[in-house]
């Protein structure tokens, strides 16, 4: 049977290729996809995702993630959760619940108390630091404060044929307290079905939401696109409309796996990803700028 992964930024490597080799020894896509995200959510010098996530503007470690199980459909999901380390396995578990699958602020973080997941002051002095000098910058410069995010986001597939998908990223740079971007956010930050194949995003939420790009990706698979054909499809011109209508478009990366192992992506800035699937090792690759 086919099996791979895919996930968003050179920053996935080492959790996708720990997950891949899960995979190949017959392991489940949602144990896999967990452990993918839990392995950048640890790792303290990423800024964008889990401990050592950049702060909000108030100076506030604030979590965005998601899980979804391609066979069920199940959706968990947290959104400004603080002091957990581990977002996605929170939405993991809350994917479990019919009812208050998604929890927010000091709920989702009850929750998490709640049912025993490590909890940690998520703000390293390396963070702390990083986000002084950058308010000094943009009070000096004038500079743009929401210019920097990076959401891991990943797609897995079972040598079953059972598919996963799940998210984890602090958002927007200096977001405003309570701000949540598309990560969490089914059918936007990510979407799988296991009869089909999955998508998630990292890019400007308030943008990515617009277009439920990760549905809309799906979608088109269901209708027989090949991966790479329905990312192209519903990214670029979605884009164009968004500068159309709206005036601009936001950073805007997707990728996408379908149910056979055959991967897409679609990115309108230089971007990174990594794949894996039965046919190649885990490899990173670059996205060329949208066409
Ligand atoms: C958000 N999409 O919160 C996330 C941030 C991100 O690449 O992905 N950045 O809007």
């Not at 709640?114 to 002084?132: C, I, S, V, Y």
């Not at 897995?156 to 977001?175: E, I, P, Q, R, V």
Request: proline share 2%; hydrophobic share 40%.
């Amino acid at each position: 049977m086919a099996f791979g992964t895919i996930a968003t930024w050179r920053m996935a490597a080492e959790g996708l290729d720990q997950a891949y080799k899960m995979l190949e020894s017959n392991q489940s896509a949602a144990d896999s996809v967990e452990k993918l995200i839990n392995e950048v959510e640890a790792y303290p010098y990423y800024k964008s995702v889990g401990y050592g996530g950049l702060p909000n503007e108030e100076g506030v470690v604030q979590m965005d993630a998601a899980f979804m199980n391609g066979d069920t459909l199940a959706q968990g999901s947290v959104a400004a959760i603080e002091n957990v380390l581990h977002a996605v396995s929170v939405a993991r578990s809350l994917s479990n619940e019919h009812f208050n699958s998604f929890r927010v602020g000091r709920g989702a973080t009850k929750y998490a108390m709640k049912h025993g997941f490590k909890m940690t002051n998520m703000l390293t002095d390396r963070a702390k630091a990083r986000w002084e000098r950058r308010l000094a910058e943009i009070r000096e410069k004038d500079l743009n404060p929401y210019d920097g995010h990076d959401t891991i986001g990943a797609i897995t597939l079972d040598k079953s044929g059972s598919m996963a998908a799940a998210t984890s990223t602090s958002g927007l740079f200096m977001k405003k307290d309570g701000r949540i971007g598309d990560s969490p956010l089914s059918g936007s930050g990510f979407y799988v079905d296991s009869e089909v194949g999955g998508a998630a995003a990292t890019g400007l939420g308030e943008d990515i939401m617009k277009g439920c790009l990760s549905y809309e990706i799906v979608k088109l698979m269901e209708r027989g696109k090949t991966p790479q054909q329905a990312c192209d499809e519903a990214v670029y011109p979605f884009i164009e409309k968004l500068k159309k209508r709206y005036g601009k478009a936001g950073e805007i990366s997707l990728v996408a796996m379908n149910n056979k192992g055959e991967w897409g992506v679609a990115t309108n800035v230089e971007f990174t990803f990594c794949v894996a699937n039965q046919n190649k090792e885990p490899r990173i690759l670059m996205a060329n700028l949208g066409k």
